[in-house]
């Protein structure tokens, strides 16, 4: 047995090993759940929070891809109802795509912003995420939510992220849609705003601040 010093272990790393754990169990919960049939409770959850936990299981891939991760997020500010081991899967996967996306590239950013939004009366979050990849193809994006529809090369994806993701979405009472450009792709997740809870925690009071940078 290989004993590490004490000291190696800070307060940092500690608490990455707790989410960790966390992260784990949060998703052997869901699976079972789905197995099982079980809908999962919605209840007020914090879209800021959970941009920040879909960063903190998403970060081996930032890092190997060398991406530059822009945050303009606070904690405590937008909350939505639904699902939040759900909206999580749903964040990664959109910064998972992103960062393939710009694997091949020079500049890899990748941008992520909440703005407030209304339609139809209705106030939403609209959750933003940008990179600076290859964009869509034009001949692709009218079935992009497709099942098993992919432009990753054979063998490198399932074609079942961004299917999935719509699907989530939907069930939250929310939509999501992209905007191509000729550089890069912009994926918005829209969730239906409710009232803070009447006990929550300050703005930024841990985690990642709005305005940061983050190179991976």
Known sequence: MIRVPYTLFNASSLEAIKR???SISNLGTHLRDFSRGVTERKETMDSGRIIEDALFITQSRTQKNAITVKVFVEQGCYFASG????IEQVFANLISNGCDAMKKCELRELSISIEAEQNDDEEYWGCVFSDTGDGIPEDARETVFESFFTTKEKGKGTGLGLSIVRGIVHDHDGS?????????TTFRVCLPRVAPPLICPRKNETGVRAGTTLTR
């Open 176 to 184: 999501i849609n992209f905007d191509p450009a000729s550089s890069g």
């Open 20 to 22: 960790s754990a966390k």
């Open 83 to 86: 699902c939040p081991n759900q």
